[in-house]
């Protein structure tokens, strides 16, 4: 949780539209994003495909680990699942990691929907392995609260695969991407973010992405719903990234609902 006085929901319903932007570019805002970007994870495999003279699979998703009181299981997108199982039964060896843990999706499966509506996948962790992930665990419960209403701003973050980056053969980079942004509208399955650039702030002051920038890879990141308790922030889950289309003219983010994910993992349907 982080505690910055006086930026209260009271306080900061009451500015102006002027004033809200002067805050979206300072320091509450940053402190934000950050304390929401410590929880997302990237996940990464790499493999040699059993056709000879075929590049190398190199491909990168996000993700997050998630503690609803029966202990931490790890989550992103059922279609990342899908990608990395069509590259394992295409490769000659593959090697997966969550952050810097070793990890093979497959074999750390719990569930994964079954329905293109319900785009959820969850894996096996023990304790011990979240500090090799090196990433805060987000906080779920028994009983998930409604989504986030239209208007609401909600937190998302990924990593695309586009910042990925080949520091040696042994090393790789990559850029966390994300925002704040309101909610557009919900359904029993899904909530969607319409991103609008003429309300978008330049928060961190390194320049606003283009239209039709190339998100893919957020996929499995987590949407947090920031609250407000006792004079301190903090997040609770509100859904899992499972499509960001980022045409120049259609910018939008969508994420399963997280009332499909069970506290022991499973996925409900």
């Given at each position: 949780?982080?505690?910055?006085?006086?930026?209260?929901?009271?306080?900061?319903?009451?500015?102006?539209?002027?004033?809200?932007?002067?805050?979206?570019?300072?320091?509450?805002?940053?402190?934000?994003?950050?304390?929401?970007?410590?929880?997302?994870?990237?996940?990464?495999?790499?493999?040699?495909?059993?056709?000879?003279?075929?590049?190398?699979?190199?491909?990168?998703?996000?993700?997050?680990?998630?503690?609803?009181?029966?202990?931490?299981?790890?989550?992103?997108?059922?279609?990342?699942?899908?990608?990395?199982?069509?590259?394992?039964?295409?490769?000659?060896?593959?090697?997966?990691?969550?952050?810097?843990?070793?990890?093979?999706?497959?074999?750390?499966?719990?569930?994964?929907?079954?329905?293109?509506?319900?785009?959820?996948a969850t894996f096996?962790?023990?304790?011990?392995?979240?500090?090799?992930?090196?990433?805060?665990?987000?906080?779920?419960?028994?009983?998930?609260?409604?989504?986030?209403?239209?208007?609401?701003?909600?937190?998302?973050?990924?990593?695309?695969?586009?910042?990925?980056?080949?520091?040696?053969?042994?090393?790789?980079?990559?850029?966390?991407?994300?925002?704040?942004?309101?909610?557009?509208?919900?359904?029993?399955?899904?909530?969607?973010?319409?991103?609008?650039?003429?309300?978008?702030?330049?928060?961190?002051?390194?320049?606003?992405?283009?239209?039709?920038?190339?998100?893919?890879?957020?996929?499995?990141?987590?949407m947090l719903a920031?609250?407000?308790?006792?004079?301190?922030?903090?997040?609770?889950?509100?859904?899992?990234?499972?499509?960001?289309?980022?045409?120049?003219?259609?910018?939008?983010?969508?994420?399963?609902?997280?009332?499909?994910?069970?506290?022991?993992?499973?996925?409900?349907?």
């Amino acid at each position: 949780m982080i505690s910055v006085d006086p930026y209260s929901p009271e306080w900061l319903n009451n500015l102006s539209d002027e004033d809200k932007k002067a805050v979206a570019a300072g320091e509450f805002i940053q402190h934000m994003q950050n304390y929401g970007g410590a929880h997302v994870a990237w996940i990464f495999w790499r493999a040699i495909h059993r056709l000879l003279r075929v590049p190398r699979i190199e491909h990168n998703a996000s993700a997050f680990v998630l503690d609803c009181g029966r202990g931490p299981f790890l989550v992103t997108a059922g279609h990342v699942l899908e990608g990395f199982l069509g590259h394992k039964r295409a490769a000659r060896c593959i090697k997966s990691q969550i952050g810097n843990l070793a990890i093979d999706l497959e074999e750390r499966l719990i569930d994964c929907g079954t329905d293109a509506r319900i785009d959820i996948a969850t894996f096996h962790l023990q304790s011990e392995e979240i500090a090799a992930i090196g990433k805060q665990v987000v906080a779920g419960g028994e009983n998930w609260p409604p989504p986030p209403a239209s208007g609401e701003v909600v937190f998302f973050g990924g990593f695309p695969g586009n910042q990925r980056l080949a520091l040696g053969p042994k090393e790789v980079s990559f850029g966390l991407h994300c925002a704040m942004t309101p909610v557009s509208d919900f359904t029993v399955h899904q909530i969607r973010c319409r991103l609008d650039r003429r309300n978008w702030v330049d928060t961190r002051g390194l320049g606003l992405p283009l239209p039709g920038y190339d998100t893919g890879g957020l996929s499995g990141g987590p949407m947090l719903a920031p609250s407000y308790i006792n004079g301190r922030w903090s997040w609770r889950l509100a859904g899992v990234i499972s499509e960001s289309l980022m045409h120049k003219e259609y910018e939008v983010i969508t994420a399963t609902r997280a009332h499909f994910i069970l506290p022991d993992g499973r996925i409900s349907r």
